[in-house]
């Protein structure tokens, strides 16, 4: 049985000879510990292969991600990471300033058709399950693009505005999915952080009503072309499992 073969049983709930592998490795450990995840790969490969597909290039980009110092990223959103750190801290919000959302447009070049095609390549060359992975993330890209407090603030208020900003950040993200439909991947993954470690961002009646049906949308284009579909939330999310699961989510990390 192929690691690809084992993955796809594994989420169709059929039996299988052993449990499907993935180190999932945090960001700056390939750096720090070389040797150790040089045996462990040798020793317990990976079951599923993400394609590495090149950064995307615009205009409002500057600095190099995963590098000390400051870089902004392809929405305008600039980060900072420190010496000692591997995670970036939220430095400035393109549209603090609300009057700023009727004008905003999303990276075009997030949905460069070469990206995809470079990814729809690796497939037929691997036996692995492919999962790429995509930059959807409505409410995580909410909050870096309006800062964490006045995001929430707005979601709660219910403005013109907020829906406005959520309804063009959804057609976005339905347009990136179409693309990665199309490949040959296996899956495609997205992600949103609704948690805390002691719960929720907001409350499940608020995701319920302004999230699930994006979430919805996201499930129903990616199996209507086969794909499976993975979802990551940091934090506890206890009280949207449910909702998750009858989303048809096939994999939650």
């Known amino acids: 049985m192929t690691s690809r073969e084992l993955v796809i049983k594994t989420l169709n709930h059929e039996p299988v000879p052993r449990v499907p592998r993935d180190l999932w490795i945090p960001a700056g450990e390939e750096s720090l510990r070389t040797d150790e995840l040089a045996e462990m790969n040798v020793r317990y490969p990976s079951d599923i292969l993400t394609p590495e597909v090149a950064p995307f290039h615009v205009k409002r980009?500057?600095?190099?991600p995963g590098k000390a110092g400051e870089f902004t990223d392809p929405w305008g959103c600039v980060w900072?990471?420190?010496?000692?750190?591997?995670?970036?801290?939220?430095?400035?919000?393109?549209?603090?300033?609300?009057?700023n959302i009727a004008s905003y447009e999303p990276p075009a070049s997030v949905l460069d058709r070469s990206q995809f095609a470079k990814a729809s390549k690796i497939c037929p060359t691997t036996n692995r399950f492919v999962?790429?992975?995509?930059?959807?993330?409505?409410?995580?890209?909410?909050?870096?693009?309006r800062g964490t407090e006045a995001a929430i603030v707005d979601?709660?208020?219910?403005?013109?505005?907020?829906?406005?900003l959520l309804a063009m950040l959804h057609d976005f993200a339905?347009?990136?999915?179409e693309?990665?439909?199309?490949?040959?991947?296996?899956?495609?993954?997205?992600?949103?952080?609704?948690?805390?470690?002691?719960?929720?961002?907001?409350?499940?009646?608020?995701?319920?009503?302004?999230?699930?049906?994006?979430y919805?949308?996201?499930?129903k284009?990616?199996?209507?072309?086969?794909k499976f579909v993975f979802f990551h939330s940091n934090g506890d999310i206890f009280d949207l499992f449910g909702d998750l699961v009858k989303l048809d989510i096939d994999a939650i990390h």
């Open 61 to 64: 980009s500057h600095g190099k």
């Open 80 to 99: 900072h990471i420190s010496n000692n750190e591997s995670t970036a801290e939220l430095k400035h919000s393109p549209l603090a300033d609300a009057s």
């Open 131 to 145: 999962l790429a992975w995509s930059e959807v993330r409505p409410f995580d890209r909410l909050r870096f693009l």
């Open 155 to 164: 979601l709660a208020r219910g403005t013109k505005e907020i829906r406005s």
């Open 174 to 177: 339905c347009k990136e999915l």
């Open 179 to 214: 693309l990665w439909a199309s490949t040959e991947v296996d899956g495609v993954g997205f992600r949103d952080d609704w948690g805390s470690p002691d719960g929720l961002l907001v409350s499940p009646d608020m995701w319920r009503d302004l999230f699930r049906p994006m």
């Open 216 to 219: 919805r949308d996201y499930c």
């Open 221 to 226: 284009l990616l199996h209507a072309h086969d």
